[in-house]
T-cell receptor
Framework: KAGVTQTPRYLIKTRGQQVTLSCSPISGHRSVSWYQQTPGQGLQFLFEYFSETQRNKGNFPGRFSGRQFSNSRSEMNVSTLELGDSALYLC?????????????FGEGSRLTVL | AQSVTQLDSHVSVSEGTPVLLRCNYS??????LFWYVQHPNKGLQLLLK??????LVKGINGFEAEFKKSETSFHLTKPSAHMSDAAEYFC???????????FGAGTRLFVKA
């Protein structure tokens, strides 16, 4: 059974640009959640999608957005990039609700903003 | 409300000695508790979970954790550390009562040869 796949694994952008990250969940999983991980702030919840609907949202500015497609694949977008957006972005899938806690993580997309 | 506190940001042990990573939680409801491990430049992997069955939970790679309600603790242990255990460990509290899954700040485990 294939795991959670995130693309791209590494990317470098400059301030003001925008970026789109992709996440393919485990087959049959309907919930996809996104997290930002930085050395200073640790692991912070961005948002969760379930059956194409955003269920929960963390405390991030509107520059961070996401969506989920009918096949459960998800994308997140960050517009007008800032230096502080440099981070490892992790996607996790779960069978039903992320609040059951049993999450399956991808290896992440490491974004560097110059 | 829910919260989780990992009491040590860093733990250093010698190979072959026991590992203890400490986690305290707070939850208004009966929580589900988890430990995840993250190796460098990798995603998080589930080590073990407690969901109100046995209080002593066994996980992968020889790790186990004991749920102690009276102490609101869920410490992670391993009898004998291996070099490959060097990683960051996250304690997580979750609740299907509508509260969000909460991740601890993480404990980085160093294993010396």
């Amino acid at each position: 059974k294939a795991g959670v796949t995130q693309t791209p694994r590494y990317l470098i952008k400059t301030r003001g640009q925008q970026v789109t990250l992709s996440c393919s969940p485990i087959s049959g999983h309907r919930s996809v959640s996104w997290y930002q991980q930085t050395p200073g702030q640790g692991l912070q919840f961005l948002f969760e999608y379930f059956s194409e609907t955003q269920r929960n949202k963390g405390n991030f500015p509107g520059r961070f957005s996401g969506r989920q497609f009918s096949n459960s694949r998800s994308e997140m977008n960050v517009s007008t990039l800032e230096l502080g957006d440099s981070a490892l972005y992790l996607c996790a899938s779960s069978l039903t609700d992320r609040n059951t806690g049993e999450l399956f993580f991808g290896e992440g997309s490491r974004l560097t903003v110059l | 409300a829910q919260s989780v506190t990992q009491l040590d940001s860093h733990v250093s042990v010698s190979e072959g000695t026991p590992v203890l990573l400490r986690c305290n939680y707070s939850s208004s409801y009966s929580p589900s508790l988890f430990w995840y491990v993250q190796h460098p430049n990798k995603g998080l992997q589930l080590l073990l979970k407690y969901t109100s069955a046995a209080t002593l939970v066994k996980g992968i790679n020889g790790f186990e954790a004991e749920f102690k309600k009276s102490e609101t603790s869920f410490h992670l242990t391993k009898p004998s550390a291996h070099m490959s255990d060097a990683a960051e460990y996250f304690c997580v509290v979750a609740n299907t009562g509508g509260f969000k899954t909460i991740f601890g700040a993480g404990t980085r485990l160093f294993v010396k040869a």
